[in-house]
């Protein structure tokens, strides 16, 4: 037998699915019942239909459901006086028959091969040493004129195994963009977006020491003395200092078409000690920090990158040193955070957060936009 190649028509079939026609040109060869080579070349078309469902597993599937086929003509090599009417009837009968119990079973085997591509999208992704990523559908797929709907929800796994809860709200689909034609477009949520930034945040902390920042004042009392001289007595002289950064709450990422912005949330404790003794607490500060983000797309993850814009809170929380006015001191910390800790922050955040795979589609020419509350990837089809 001889199949050749044939081009695929394929719609959608709102609430359905999808439907597919599929011309089919053949051969058959063998032995004729008089001896020798029979060829009969026929020509076919087989149309399909399968519904987009949801599997038990949270997994998109394509189910099998109607397969017709209608054989258009077929003709054998031998003469007509060998071949009559009421013979070439019972052949293209006989081919009827056949022809459906040869090609739907090859229809349910492309079902599968696109089945296979689904699965690989509810993977489970390691996120660096951070937790695990996997995702699974939230709602039934739903299949309109022009796209299917996928819903994603992304399970968030810290590296201790717990799930970290995260709200289930996507922008509506009325506030998306247009789609651009041969594209395929993901919306990412920034409450997902900021759930992925508190299972990295355990990898944020940084201890700040004199001479890790340069170009800055030295991190010694005698500047802290220096900047609050209600304090200045209380300090031993000429001792490094180390500040001690940590994050208290779950970054927030916020996202507007204007601007896109994560919010930390942290504790700076400054610590020095006199000669010969261990290191102590001098004073806590609760930090709020306001950074800008800039997403790009590299290796199939979504990539930050962060730049400080402005502390928008700095007050005291705790003191051993007694009360004192933070102001003098805020400009200094926020240069400390520029330099020092965003950039810090930027190298744990370099792994990315980890894109659902697209059927095979790469991410590649992506165009990013930003909408209120969420983030639009338009991933273009690459042709084959």
């Not at 190649?5 to 609430?15: D, H, I, Q, T």
């Not at 293209?92 to 079973?105: E, I």
């Not at 000429?238 to 204007?258: A, H, K």
């Not at 000669?275 to 930090?287: E, K, R, Y």
Request: with cysteine; proline share 8%; net charge neutral.
């Amino acid at each position: 037998m001889e199949l050749r190649a044939a081009e695929v028509a394929l719609w959608l079939l709102p609430g359905v699915g999808v439907s597919m026609a599929v011309p089919v040109r053949m051969t058959l060869t063998g032995k004729s019942f008089v001896g020798g080579k029979m060829d009969i070349p026929m020509a076919a078309n087989l149309s399909a239909s399968s519904r987009v469902v949801q599997d038990m597993h949270g997994c998109p599937r394509l189910s099998t459901g109607r397969c017709h086929v209608v054989l258009l003509h077929s003709w054998a090599n031998l003469p007509h006086r060998m071949l009559p009417l009421i013979m070439s009837k019972f052949l293209d009968s006989t081919l009827q028959k056949a022809l459906r119990g040869l090609l739907c079973p090859a229809m349910d085997v492309v079902l599968d091969l696109v089945n296979a591509k689904f699965a690989t999208m509810m993977y489970t992704i390691p996120i660096g040493n951070a937790g695990m990523l996997r995702y699974a559908l939230l709602n039934a797929p739903v299949v309109r004129e022009a796209f299917i709907q996928l819903e994603l929800k992304a399970i968030l796994c810290s590296r201790d195994g717990e799930e970290v809860a995260q709200p289930s709200v996507l922008p509506p689909l009325t506030s998306l963009p247009p789609k651009r034609e041969a594209a395929t477009q993901l919306i990412l949520a920034a409450s997902f977006l900021s759930a992925e930034l508190s299972i990295m945040q355990a990898f944020f902390g940084l201890n700040i020491t004199n001479g890790m920042v340069l170009g800055l004042l030295p991190l010694v009392t005698t500047m802290l003395g220096a900047l609050i001289p209600e304090i200045s007595s209380m300090l031993p002289p000429s001792q490094p200092v180390v500040i001690e950064m940590r994050e208290t709450q779950p970054p927030l990422v916020t996202i507007t078409p204007e601007k896109s912005t994560v919010h930390l949330f942290s504790t700076a404790e400054f610590w020095a000690s006199s000669p010969g003794s261990a290191p102590g607490s001098l004073f806590v500060l609760d930090v709020h920090s306001e950074l800008g983000v800039r997403f790009a797309v590299a290796e199939e993850r979504l990539q930050f990158s962060l730049t400080l814009h402005s502390l928008s809170h700095v007050a005291v929380v705790n003191s051993s040193i007694g009360a004192f006015n933070v102001l003098p001191l805020r400009g200094v910390l926020a240069d400390i955070i520029h330099v020092a800790y965003v950039p810090s922050v930027n190298r744990a955040l370099r792994g990315g957060v980890p894109l659902p795979p697209l059927l095979g589609t790469p991410y590649q020419r992506v165009e990013l936009r930003q909408i209120q509350d969420g983030l639009v990837l338009d991933v273009p089809v690459v042709e084959p």
